[in-house]
């Protein structure tokens, strides 16, 4: 029975380490599998798995504990997802911080670049106009990494819903 619990959690590890996210200026990859801000929650789930707990504050955020992960909803659109925070640090200052560090990757879809801890807002846009990449380019503000996290925002004006 251990030796059965000890692959278990060797294959449980093994797979959140392979978590890769792939970014555009207005979708992320998850494994290969395209996200917008059309995509409600349960589509992550069926991707990520059930979140450890839900911190329901003026929105719902999902945490993914054990992917250092965590996903806010609109507090508008319920189940409309707005943000992907990914926690590069063990036990965050907050209550929804992940209790466990982000271990993916992360990169822009279609180079090399890859982010990480150290990676800043700067570096992004300037590798972005150096190559000529228009994933992330313009969608930077000047915050970088508050408090050891990566946070990913759909495009705003991709919620309102067609009325044609």
């Avoid at 392979?18 to 789930?45: M, R």
């Avoid at 890859?114 to 992004?124: A, P, Q």
């Amino acid at each position: 029975m251990k030796t059965a619990i000890f692959f278990f959690l060797l294959l449980t590890t093994s797979l959140l380490k392979s978590q890769k996210f792939e970014l555009t200026h207005n979708k992320v990859y998850i494994n290969g599998v395209a996200f917008d801000s059309t995509n409600l929650i349960e589509d992550y789930i069926k991707v990520l798995g059930q979140p450890s707990r839900v911190k329901h504050m003026v929105n719902n955020i999902y945490v993914f504990d054990t992917l250092g992960l965590y996903i806010y909803e609109s507090y508008k659109q319920k189940n409309r997802i707005i943000e992907l925070s990914f926690d590069f640090v063990n036990n965050g200052p907050f209550d929804f911080s992940p209790r466990q560090a982000f271990k993916g990757a992360i990169q822009l879809r279609d180079t090399p670049f890859k982010i990480n801890r150290r990676t800043s807002y700067k570096r992004i846009k300037r590798f972005c106009k150096k190559n000529k990449n228009t994933s992330l380019q313009n969608k930077f503000d000047t915050t970088q990494f508050n408090y050891g996290t990566f946070n990913f925002m759909f495009e705003q004006d991709k919620y309102k819903r067609n009325t044609n």
